[in-house]
């Protein structure tokens, strides 16, 4: 079992900078791939980004160069540092965590966050 509590939401002009961060409840935290999804008002729930163990980095291409994932194994959090924010960015972010990273697909992910708030206005 994992749990995981994120944070860092919050509202942002387009342009600006936000910095989400997800912690981990588990031991064994550095055995472990994390994701970062967003949903926005009646869509379904997309891939972001994710890290593997190893520290390998995957990335949506409408994110891609503008937000970077990472995670830090003695703090047992990972971090989604996002710049250059653009309005379609405004979803509920959802961490989620998985033994085996194998998919972008949100159902082939075994646990995850409460989600937090990104609005980005224009």
């Known amino acids: 079992q994992v749990q995981l509590v994120e944070s860092g939401g919050g509202l942002m002009q387009a342009g600006g900078s936000l910095r989400l961060s997800c912690a981990a409840l588990r031991r064994t935290f550095n055995t472990y791939d994390f994701g970062w999804f967003r949903q926005a008002p009646g869509k379904e729930r997309d891939f972001v980004a994710a890290?593997?163990?190893?520290?390998?980095?995957y990335y949506a291409d409408s994110v891609k160069g503008r937000f970077t994932i990472s995670r830090d194994n003695a703090k047992n959090t990972v971090y989604l540092q996002m710049n250059s924010l653009k309005p379609e960015d405004t979803a509920v972010y959802y961490c989620a965590a998985d033994r085996s990273y194998s998919s972008n697909n949100y159902a082939e992910w075994d646990y995850w966050g409460q989600g937090t708030q990104v609005t980005v206005s224009s």
């Open positions: 890290i593997i163990w190893t520290g390998r980095t």
